[in-house]
């Protein structure tokens, strides 16, 4: 299995992890890589609110977050948050809320879509890892 390569422009996008094998190559990658890492974990997330609730506090938001979609594209477009080198985002144990939250989900995605291109056309990698690994018990 060759290494993920996380600074490939070409590459950069929304990526599902379906084995362990993929989530410990995502993490090997991370480690040796300069970009910021975040993973968060929504298992218990079951609407918006909590979910834009949760990443503010994983994702290290600032203060001045607005708490809806629009103001989740700002930040995550925002220079002082993203930093010089790109950023890895790894959503831990999805499925609950996919299921919960169709329609929320679906406007996640795009909004990280948006995010992906911005950062694309400043040629910086903004990586979203969707975590479909089952989730363990003793986790």
Same mark, same amino acid.
Do not use: M, P, Q
């Given at each position: 299995m060759r290494p993920l390569?996380?600074?490939d422009l070409n590459r950069v996008g929304v990526h599902p992890l379906q084995?362990?094998?993929?989530?410990?190559?995502?993490? +090997?990658?991370?480690?040796?890589?300069s970009l910021r890492y975040f993973v968060v974990d929504i298992a218990d997330v079951h609407n918006k609110t909590q979910l834009l609730d949760r990443l503010a506090e994983a994702?290290?938001?600032p203060?001045?977050?607005?708490?809806n979609w629009d103001a989740l594209y700002?930040?995550?477009?925002?220079?002082?948050?993203?930093?010089?080198?790109?950023?890895?985002?790894?959503? +831990?144990?999805?499925a609950s809320f996919g299921k919960l939250a169709a329609d929320?989900?679906?406007?996640?995605?795009?909004?990280?879509d948006e995010a992906?291109?911005?950062w694309r056309s400043s040629d910086l990698p903004f990586w979203v890892f969707i975590d479909h690994t089952r989730q363990d018990a003793s986790q």
């Open positions: 390569n996380l600074n084995t362990s094998g993929a989530v410990t190559r995502l993490t +090997k990658a991370c480690e040796a890589s994702l290290e938001f203060d001045y977050f607005g708490h700002d930040v995550l477009c925002d220079e002082a948050w993203f930093g010089n080198n790109g950023v890895v985002l790894h959503l +831990k144990h999805t929320d989900w679906l406007t996640l995605r795009e909004t990280f992906i291109d911005y």
